[in-house]
């Protein structure tokens, strides 16, 4: 009997080589930049809060897969990610509890009770931030950001929102560096460092330009539009952060091309709203959390269509 010459499989028929965790590995890698000015800056304190952060994410997974009788998916790194990013979102000043108890949640309520990883609807780390924020909102905001022994009690955003002096106001090279005087969160205060790492991503295709590009251009050009300094708006606060690390999560933002053409403009239009209207000084976090629940409803409708016939078209041909 000759050996059959049609092999029929299931789907999908094209593989790639990437997995979750190499993908993953990637975006650690490309956060490296940011953690060094961070614990440059900040000293012991930055490394602590990402230590406690990580430690926190990776032991709550392991937790509930142990509980749940899954298996062990801390190995794909996603958890050390939403660590990482959940601890370059938290003020200097945090202690070791508002770090662990913002893992735990990130991880054991947005990620876990969804189903795990790729079941997310919203970005977890922005998550884990905001129900930090809302809970405990005097150790989130303000001069928490501010290390101890420095002279300003204010981010450059908390400067230009509640109009101090101007004189106050790292400069726009000091901004784009982050190595002077310039503070916020421990992970955002260098765009330089962030841009290295989001470019790191693009390069090796773990992102797409799509959305950070569109993004970042929206805010520009939406500041200019309300007579700010667009340079200063985009290495201000948490921008650069957002679009190439957590505005880009595969499973919150839609995979369409328009869809994250959609998706991005969104992001950047509420973040400049926010920012100039609203009571917060950034608008960063917020944006991206509204637009991952929009996102599903932009995937449906910037869905290509598939191929045949419609179904009214359809039913047309067969009355006739």
Not at 54 to 74: H, M, Q, R, W, Y
Not at 112 to 134: H, K, T, V, Y
Not at 145 to 159: K, S
Not at 176 to 204: C, D, H, K, M
Request: proline share 5%; aromatic share 12%.
């Amino acid at each position: 009997m000759s050996e059959p010459k049609l092999i029929v499989s299931s789907s999908p028929h094209v593989r790639d080589k990437e997995t979750t965790a190499s993908i993953m590995q990637k975006v650690v890698i490309a956060l490296i930049p940011a953690f060094a000015v961070a614990c440059y800056v900040y000293g012991w304190s930055a490394l602590m809060i990402t230590a406690v952060c990580v430690a926190s994410t990776c032991l709550t997974e392991f937790l509930i897969d142990k509980a749940t009788g899954k298996p062990n998916s801390v190995k794909d790194w996603s958890a050390v990610v939403t660590g990482i990013l959940l601890a370059f979102n938290l003020p200097v000043s945090a202690p070791w509890w508002l770090c662990f108890v913002g893992g735990a949640f990130a991880i054991g309520i947005v990620k876990m009770c969804f189903g795990g990883l790729g079941s997310n609807f919203m970005n977890p780390a922005l998550s884990g931030r905001a129900f930090l924020l809302a809970c405990w909102p005097t150790r989130m905001t303000g001069s928490a950001y501010i290390p101890a022994d420095a002279v300003t009690t204010a981010t450059p955003l908390g400067i230009i929102k509640e109009g101090l002096d101007a004189s106050m106001l790292p400069s726009t090279l000091d901004m784009f560096l982050g190595t002077s005087g310039v503070y916020g969160a421990i992970g955002e205060i260098s765009a330089l460092a962030l841009l290295i790492g989001g470019l790191y991503l693009i390069f090796t295709k773990v992102i797409s330009w799509r959305i950070p590009v569109t993004y970042i251009g929206t805010v520009f050009v939406l500041s200019m539009c309300f007579g700010q300094d667009p340079f200063y708006q985009i290495f201000a606060g948490g921008l650069m952060l957002g679009a190439f690390f957590m505005a880009t999560d595969y499973v919150s933002s839609p995979n369409t091309v328009l869809g994250q053409f959609i998706f991005a403009f969104g992001c950047g239009l509420l973040t400049v709203i926010i920012r100039q209207f609203g009571g917060y000084p950034e608008g960063v976090s917020y944006s991206i959390l509204l637009m991952n629940v929009a996102a599903p409803l932009i995937q449906k409708y910037t869905a290509p269509r598939v191929y045949g016939y419609e179904k009214k078209k359809k039913k047309e041909s067969e009355a006739a």
